[in-house]
């Protein structure tokens, strides 16, 4: 065993001299370890900044606030402090800073960003948001009841509810929305807007629309209420004629519609007009379910196509009931979305003829993701196709015969496109009965 020096055990009170000399020592030992950690520390500096100016594969954890992100569509680099900055800078500035709601910035910075991609059909949902909007596909919300999209970059309306307020006070699809009471929304999102509009049963909300046939603007008034909304109906035009109308593709829809196909098989119906005017849409899932009822198994109903460009299609699912039954599709401007695929499926696979006006034009497809708290994000992912690869996008899809609906119609009750419809396809029966004698 090695014998310990002698300083190492030296008491330490010692002679006076001996003392100063090891405080010499002592001084000289820790000058040389803080040369050497100062030396070490300035390395590491170095080589940390030259890794980072070469974008080395060093890595390490960062807090947000220090974060800085690679911008991929300029090459640049976004540094996240910023909006630290701005957050701080807002808290210690502003006149109200003490009643500032936190949660509620941050809420809304997550919609401004969503904004920012320039996709009115990409937004955040609050959890009040939210709600209203699961509770608008299970069928029963406060409102105006009418769907709304954007086109032009407008506010426009989809489709006013049959029955509903907004359809009471005049609102048609087309209408274009400019102000909501005081309001000018030319900067606010779909969903915004909507949260302005809906309220409570029997409040009143004014709007100002620029209708979809005149030059001028006007302000209607419009009384909420409760809307309740059976997104399938049915009714015989003839004995053996059944118009059914499809409203939206909520969660109930497809249950709906299969509870229907029963009556039209008990009744041995003979023609059929599916009415998918007004509507705006909704789950896509729906409306494969209901095109497998109308058109054979393995067909493609839809294609999605992702931003890599791959394609995935989605066909029909068995059970098809109807698609030897002769049937007409009245579509128009309020026709969009879901309502334009299950159109376009049929055109494209039962090559049915289409009635009324061109469709919307709403191509793209929406996945509505969970976050925490109660909120959500509506994110568009894709876009669709028609089984004969049309994107529609901003285009629509085009009638086989074209029916205008005009003003005097609706004042005076009458419906041209379900009249042709009607004059078609008796035609139509007449043709297959003949074929079948």
């Given at each position: 065993m090695e014998e310990p020096r002698q300083e190492e055990i030296e008491p330490i009170h010692t002679h006076p001299?001996?003392?100063?000399?090891?405080?010499?020592?002592?001084?000289?030992?820790g000058l040389l370890f803080f040369f050497i950690i100062a030396i070490a520390l300035i390395s590491y500096t170095i080589g940390l900044n030259r890794g980072r100016n070469t974008n080395s594969s060093f890595t390490k954890n960062t807090s947000l606030g220090e974060a800085i992100l690679e911008n991929k569509a300029s090459n640049n680099s976004v540094d996240f402090?910023?909006?630290?900055?701005?957050?701080?800078?807002?808290?210690?500035?502003?006149?109200?800073?003490?009643?500032?709601?936190?949660?509620?910035?941050?809420?809304?910075?997550?919609?401004?960003?969503?904004?920012?991609?320039e996709d009115p059909y990409t937004s955040f949902f609050n959890p009040e948001e939210?709600?209203?909007?699961?509770?608008?596909?299970?069928?029963?919300?406060?409102?105006?009841?009418?769907?709304?999209?954007v086109k032009d970059n407008l506010l426009t309306v989809i489709a006013p509810l049959d029955g509903s307020p907004a359809q009471k006070a005049g609102l048609r699809a087309g209408d274009k929305i400019l102000k909501i009471g005081d309001k000018i929304i030319s900067d606010m999102s779909i969903d915004e807007s909507v949260a302005l509009i809906r309220g409570k049963k029997g409040t009143e909300v004014k709007l100002t629309i620029l209708p979809s046939s005149e030059k001028e603007t006007r302000?209607?008034?419009?009384?909420?209420?409760?809307?309740?909304?059976?997104?399938?109906?049915?009714?015989?035009?003839?004995?053996?004629?059944?118009h059914i109308e499809i409203t939206k593709f909520g969660e109930n829809t497809d249950q709906e519609f299969n509870d229907i196909t029963k009556v039209l098989l008990a009744k041995n119906t003979k023609g059929i007009i599916l009415d998918l005017r007004n509507n705006p849409g909704g789950l896509l899932d729906r409306s494969v379910s209901i095109a497998s009822r109308m058109i054979p198994k393995g067909k493609i109903v839809v294609s999605e196509e992702d931003s890599f460009g791959k394609k995935e299609n989605f066909f029909t699912e068995g059970g098809d009931a109807l698609s030897s039954i002769p049937m007409i599709v009245l579509i128009n401007e309020g026709s969009a979305s879901a309502s334009e695929i299950l159109a376009g499926a049929l055109k494209d696979n039962q090559n049915i003829t289409l009635i009324g006006e061109k469709s919307f034009g709403k191509g793209s497809v929406q996945e509505l993701i969970k976050l925490p708290y109660g909120s959500s994000i509506k994110i568009t992912v894709a876009k669709w196709l028609t089984?004969?690869?049309?994107?529609?996008?901003e285009k629509?899809?085009?009638?086989?015969?074209?029916?205008?609906?005009?003003?005097?119609?609706?004042?005076?009750?009458?419906?041209?496109?379900?009249?042709?419809?009607?004059?078609v396809l008796r035609e139509k029966i007449k043709q297959t009965t003949y074929s079948q004698n």
């Open positions: 001299k001996k003392e100063l000399e090891n405080n010499r020592k002592t001084f000289k030992n402090s910023l909006f630290w900055k701005a957050w701080d800078t807002l808290k210690e500035k502003h006149i109200n800073r003490k009643d500032l709601d936190t949660q509620k910035m941050v809420y809304g910075a997550i919609s401004g960003m969503l904004k920012a991609t939210n709600k209203a909007f699961s509770e608008d596909l299970g069928g029963s919300f406060d409102g105006i009841g009418a769907e709304l999209g302000e209607i008034s419009i009384i909420r209420d409760k809307i309740e909304v059976k997104s399938v109906k049915i009714e015989f035009k003839d004995a053996n004629i059944a089984p004969s690869g049309d994107y529609i996008m629509g899809i085009n009638p086989d015969i074209e029916i205008k609906m005009t003003t005097d119609d609706y004042k005076n009750d009458k419906d041209p496109q379900i009249d042709k419809a009607l004059e």
